[in-house]
C-alpha cells in the first residue's frame, strides 16, 4: 500500500497530534505521583511555545489556534 505524501503543513500537523498524544500518556502516567501536576503544567506550556515557534517557522505564519492542531 503506498503512503499518501503530506503536505508541509499536514506533516507538522501530524507530528504536532503526535507529541500531543504522548504528553497525554506522560501525564497520566504521572498523575499518581505527588507534586508533579505543577511540574507537568510548566513542561507542556514550555512545550506548547516551542511548538508555536517551530511551526511559524516551517509554514511562515502564526498558527491560529495550537489546541486545534
Given at each position: 500500500?503506498?503512503?499518501?505524501?503530506?503536505?508541509?503543513?499536514?506533516?507538522?500537523?501530524?507530528?504536532?497530534?503526535?507529541?500531543?498524544?504522548?504528553?497525554?500518556?506522560?501525564?497520566?502516567?504521572?498523575?499518581?505521583?505527588?507534586?508533579?501536576?505543577?511540574?507537568?503544567?510548566?513542561?507542556?506550556?514550555?512545550?506548547?511555545?516551542?511548538?508555536?515557534?517551530?511551526?511559524?517557522?516551517?509554514i511562515?505564519?502564526?498558527?491560529?489556534?495550537?489546541?486545534?492542531?
Open positions: 500500500m503506498m503512503k499518501r505524501k503530506l503536505s508541509p503543513h499536514s506533516f507538522i500537523k501530524d507530528k504536532l497530534n503526535s507529541w500531543k498524544q504522548m504528553l497525554m500518556e506522560r501525564i497520566v502516567e504521572d498523575q499518581n505521583q505527588a507534586g508533579t501536576q505543577i511540574q507537568i503544567d510548566i513542561q507542556n506550556q514550555i512545550l506548547m511555545t516551542r511548538r508555536e515557534t517551530l511551526l511559524t517557522l516551517m511562515g505564519r502564526r498558527p491560529e489556534n495550537l489546541s486545534q492542531v
